[in-house]
Nanobody, 124 residues
Framework: QVHLVESGGGLVQPGGSQRLSCAGSGFTSDYYVIGWFRQAPGKEREGVSCISSSDGSTYYASSVKGRFTISRDNARNTVYLQMNSLKPEDTADYYC?????????????????WGQGTQVTVSS
C-alpha cells in the first residue's frame, strides 16, 4: 500500500525559509515522479514542483522558480522542498503525491496517491 507522509510545515516569517519532507513507502515501481502541490483557502490545488526518480528532471511553477528547490533521496523514497524567500502568498496546505512513470507532469489530476498534507503559514 502506497503511503506518503509530509513533515516540516509551520509558521514562518516573510523572507524566511522552511524545508518540507515527503517520505514514501509501498512503492511498486522504481520509476516514479513525486510532486509537491499546495492549496490555499478558496483556491484550487496547484502544482508547485515535481521531480523524477529516474533522472532528476524537475518542474517548478513560475511563482516559486528561483525560490524553491526540490531534491530527492531515492534510497529513502524521500523528496524535499526547500523554500526560501517565503511570501505571505505561499501560505497554503502543502501536499506531496506520487505517480508512476517517467514524465514529469505536475498537475494534480495526474497523481493517484496523496499524503495528508502539512500547513505552511507565512506571516509576521
Amino acid at each position: 500500500q502506497v503511503h506518503l507522509v509530509e513533515s516540516g510545515g509551520g509558521l514562518v516569517q516573510p523572507g524566511g525559509s522552511q524545508r518540507l519532507s515527503c517520505a514514501g513507502s509501498g512503492f511498486t515501481s522504481d520509476y516514479y515522479v513525486i510532486g509537491w502541490f499546495r492549496q490555499a483557502p478558496g483556491k484550487e490545488r496547484e502544482g508547485v514542483s515535481c521531480i523524477s526518480s529516474s533522472d532528476g528532471s524537475t518542474y517548478y511553477a513560475s511563482s516559486v522558480k528561483g525560490r524553491f528547490t526540490i531534491s530527492r533521496d531515492n534510497a529513502r523514497n524521500t523528496v524535499y522542498l526547500q523554500m526560501n524567500s517565503l511570501k505571505p502568498e505561499d501560505t497554503a496546505d502543502y501536499y506531496c503525491a506520487v505517480r508512476w512513470g517517467l514524465r514529469v507532469l505536475c498537475t494534480p489530476n495526474e497523481y493517484p496517491y496523496w499524503g495528508q498534507g502539512t500547513q505552511v503559514t507565512v506571516s509576521s
